[in-house]
């Protein structure tokens, strides 16, 4: 199966500063590559996601990068917000079968005012 | 955008008793749905992967007399928690997804089981 490590686990920065968090995976078979944002108690939610065909996706203050040959994609932040802190879960899916994600463990992101 | 409802959001009730969890997909036909469980703090974990019309892949070291999933439809999965105990407190989220390359999975609303 796929294992995935996600860094950090926590991660606080200054209100306006950048926040980045990195998921490595181990299935080079996986093809698509998700962020989620979890508030307490809710569903995650779906903010970004990128294919293995494309290297960089950027959606005004969030952007995925992705390095299909070391396998690792990071979540890019900037000019954070104190509405951006939540949990945050990178996701892979593989690339057969039920295209299920296996979640990484998730990035606590505190935004400080 | 394509919306998936999960009822109900909260379930309180003593142990022994069986809870049944619906997903369904409102705007989209799924054929397969997923359903994970979150322990306070922690990651999703994947518990099984529903397919219409055909029985549910465990994932290992999940009890499937315990977790019974029924996909009868492209728009409906239920998951059942037979003789629930306090053990399996946590919270239960399901999704589905469309079928095809790199299509997301999309998230219902979860449901808090809490067993006394």
């Known amino acids: 199966g796929e294992n995935v490590e996600q860094h950090p686990s926590t991660l606080s920065v200054q209100e306006g500063d950048s926040a980045v968090i990195k998921c490595t995976y181990s299935d080079s078979a996986s093809n698509y590559f998700p962020w989620y944002k979890q508030e307490l108690g809710k569903r995650p939610q779906l903010i970004i996601d990128i294919r293995s065909n494309v290297g960089e996706k950027k959606d005004q203050r969030i952007a995925v990068t992705l390095n299909k040959t070391a396998k690792h994609f990071s979540l890019h932040i900037t000019e954070t917000q104190p509405e951006d802190s939540a949990v945050y879960f990178c996701a892979p899916q593989s690339g057969a079968g039920s295209y299920q994600l296996t979640f990484g463990k998730g990035t606590k992101l505190s935004v400080i005012p | 955008g394509a919306v998936v409802s999960q009822h109900p959001s909260r379930v309180i009730c003593k142990s022994g008793t069986s809870v049944k969890i619906e997903c369904r997909s409102l705007?989209?036909?799924?054929?397969?749905m997923f359903w994970y469980r979150q322990f306070p703090k922690q990651s999703l974990m994947l518990m099984a992967t529903?397919?219409?019309?055909?029985?549910?892949?465990?994932e290992q070291g999940v009890e499937k007399d315990k977790f019974l999933i029924n996909h009868a439809s492209l728009t409906l999965s239920t998951l059942t928690v037979t003789s629930a105990h306090p053990e399996d407190s946590s919270f239960y989220i399901c999704s589905a997804r469309v079928t095809g390359f790199g299509q997301p999975q999309h998230f219902g609303d979860g449901t808090r089981l809490s067993i006394l």
């Open positions: 705007d989209f036909q799924a054929t397969t």
């Open positions: 529903s397919n219409e019309g055909s029985k549910a892949t465990y």
